[in-house]
């Protein structure tokens, strides 16, 4: 059955699945933008393929005719031929293996433990609370983790947070004062260095270069 696109679906941009990401992410991304103009099914079978290319184009276009009586059944065609580019997903056991390096801040090892937390579906608060508490160094923060368990990872990002400001500060402070000492130290030098112009000249150097000789009588 042929199918008019609506007009206003002509402004409609999305990038185009070429097999190499997720298909489920993909579908996803679809729904949701075509969401935005209408939820007719016949329109979205008809419009899907539209967001295909390479490989996954040539795949449509080779099924079988009515073959795919709804969008449904579109999908799930779609998502089984493509189960394999799914990208593999992590578990809690890749927090295993992190550790703080030396020299590394609270802030860029957070940033790195999020990262890869991120990418764990249903992260259990309880397992991401112990693997950051054995992967850091002894410090104020893994004090404050045991003292008082926070309730969500929400929580645990806002407290990482108040002690990254910390750190910071602290070294800033140290920063700071070490420069203060310093230019102390030099300016001291300057002030004792003695100077070559100086109109005080060493005492024991003798006052002329020539001197007449006396002669006795």
């Given at each position: 059955?042929?199918?008019?696109?609506?007009?206003?679906?002509?402004?409609l941009t999305m990038s185009q699945y070429d097999v190499t990401t997720d298909p489920k992410e993909h579908v996803d991304v679809f729904t949701t933008q075509a969401g935005l103009?209408?939820?007719?099914?016949?329109?979205?079978?008809?419009?899907?393929?539209t967001s295909l290319k390479g490989p996954a184009l040539n795949w449509f276009t080779r099924l079988p005719p009515n073959s795919i009586d709804c969008f449904d059944t579109l999908v799930t065609r779609f998502d089984i031929q493509f189960a394999t580019c799914k990208p593999h997903h992590l578990t809690s056991l890749a927090l295993v293996n992190i550790r703080q390096e030396k020299g590394e801040?609270?802030?860029e090892f957070m940033?790195?433990?999020?990262?890869?937390?991120?990418?764990?579906?249903?992260?259990?608060?309880?397992?991401?609370?112990h693997h950051l508490v054995t992967a850091l160094k002894p410090d104020p923060f893994i004090d404050s983790l045991c003292k008082k368990h926070v309730s969500n990872l929400d929580e645990l990002r806002t407290k990482a947070t108040k002690f990254m400001q910390m750190e910071e500060l602290k070294e800033f402070r140290s920063t700071t004062q070490s420069d203060t000492w310093e230019k102390k130290y030099i300016d001291r030098e300057r002030v004792l260095a003695p100077r070559p112009n100086s109109r005080f000249k060493d005492s024991r150097q003798p006052k002329y270069n020539r001197y007449t000789p006396l002669v006795s009588n």
């Open positions: 059955m042929e199918v008019e696109l609506p007009t206003r679906w002509k402004g103009y209408t939820s007719d099914d016949a329109i979205l079978c008809r419009v899907f393929p801040s609270l802030r940033e790195r433990f999020g990262k890869i937390s991120l990418n764990i579906s249903n992260l259990n608060l309880e397992v991401a609370t």
